[in-house]
């Protein structure tokens, strides 16, 4: 059974920084592609960034030059690096495996206010 456990949300200012982790239970390249996504209150689960199995990252208009993935192979991790927070990045944030089906991680809150 394939297992997405998110860590490192939390309460920081605006301008402040967090590192996001996912750790799968199977090996990540089992997947295609692995996501970071987000909810609001009271909005629609968004795309943050989808990193392809060969490496390559799409992200968010709202989260280019501020967001970065990264990956640890050996730890089955990925990581979400969030420099420069706004309030407007306060969420839950789940990462995804996305293979022959979606897998979802339970979500970590995100917090960003003074």
């Known amino acids: 059974q394939v297992q997405l456990v998110e860590s490192g949300g939390g309460l920081v200012q605006p301008g402040g920084s967090l590192r996001l982790s996912c750790a799968v239970s199977?090996?990540?390249?089992?997947?295609?592609?692995m996501g970071w996504y987000r909810q609001a209150p009271g909005k629609q689960r968004e795309l943050v960034a989808t990193t392809t199995i060969g490496g390559i990252t799409n992200y968010a208009d709202s989260v280019k030059g501020r967001f970065t993935t990264s990956r640890d192979n050996a730890k089955n991790t990925v990581y979400l690096q969030m420099n420069s927070l706004k309030p407007e990045d306060t969420a839950v944030y789940y990462c995804n495996a996305q293979g022959v089906r979606v897998h979802w991680g339970q979500g970590t809150q995100v917090t960003v206010s003074s």
């Open positions: 199977v090996s990540f390249f089992s997947f295609r592609a």
